[in-house]
């Protein structure tokens, strides 16, 4: 099979997550996407709000109606910070017959080469880059070190076209703790932040 991989803190799970994935998994035909909830983000210490067991529901609620589109527990089963080229190592070793496409946003594609062993993630998977706002490849182009130029040229990352989508998990759970229900959080996610009291 051809499976995407997409990693992130879904803190919460909004559209701007769903929409572009949606789009990805027709674009590069692939068989299924697992998202990766992370428990313990190493870039993003402190910033985490709700527990990882919170986060993975919402994004399952979140996926419910997606057909292939599914939430995977790679990331919750072990202690400690993960690292993508770690997650993907296990997928490789564990899976050898598929092939993986790791999905990265444009904002995050741009310090790719600050990843751990991030030359080892290329030799690895595919990198399919989901344009975020902002982040088009026009303003790729101007902050891309030469390494990820090279990479770019090599076929082993790709720009997908999909449509951006602005929303930001940040500015949503203050909108939420305000009482509002934003419109890029799913109907279910919402219910589940309301019932379980999250970001109050």
């Avoid at 997928?91 to 993986?100: I, K, N, R, S």
């Amino acid at each position: 099979m051809k499976i995407g991989l997409y990693g992130g803190t879904f803190d919460p799970i909004h559209k701007g997550h769903i929409l572009p994935v949606r789009e990805a998994l027709r674009a590069l035909d692939l068989d299924r996407v697992l998202y990766l909830p992370t428990a313990e983000p190493p870039h993003k210490t402190g910033k985490v709000v709700a527990s990882a067991q919170a986060r993975f529901t919402m994004v399952e609620l979140a996926l419910l109606w997606e057909p292939g589109m599914m939430v995977s527990t790679a990331e919750l089963d072990r202690p400690g910070p993960h690292f993508t080229v770690d997650t993907l190592t296990r997928f490789c070793e564990a899976q050898p017959d598929d092939a993986f496409v790791l999905l990265v946003g444009s904002d995050a594609f741009a310090s790719f080469d600050t990843w751990r062993s991030w030359q080892k993630i290329l030799e690895l998977a595919e990198i399919a880059v989901l344009m975020r706002p902002g982040w088009g490849r026009d303003r790729l182009e101007d902050v891309l070190s030469d390494e990820l130029r090279e990479a770019v040229a090599s076929g082993r990352v790709r720009y997908l076209d999909n449509r951006p989508v602005a929303a930001s998990s940040s500015d949503l759970r203050v909108q939420v703790a305000k009482g509002s229900a934003p419109s890029p959080i799913p109907r279910l996610v919402l219910d589940y932040l309301r019932k379980y009291d999250l970001y109050r």
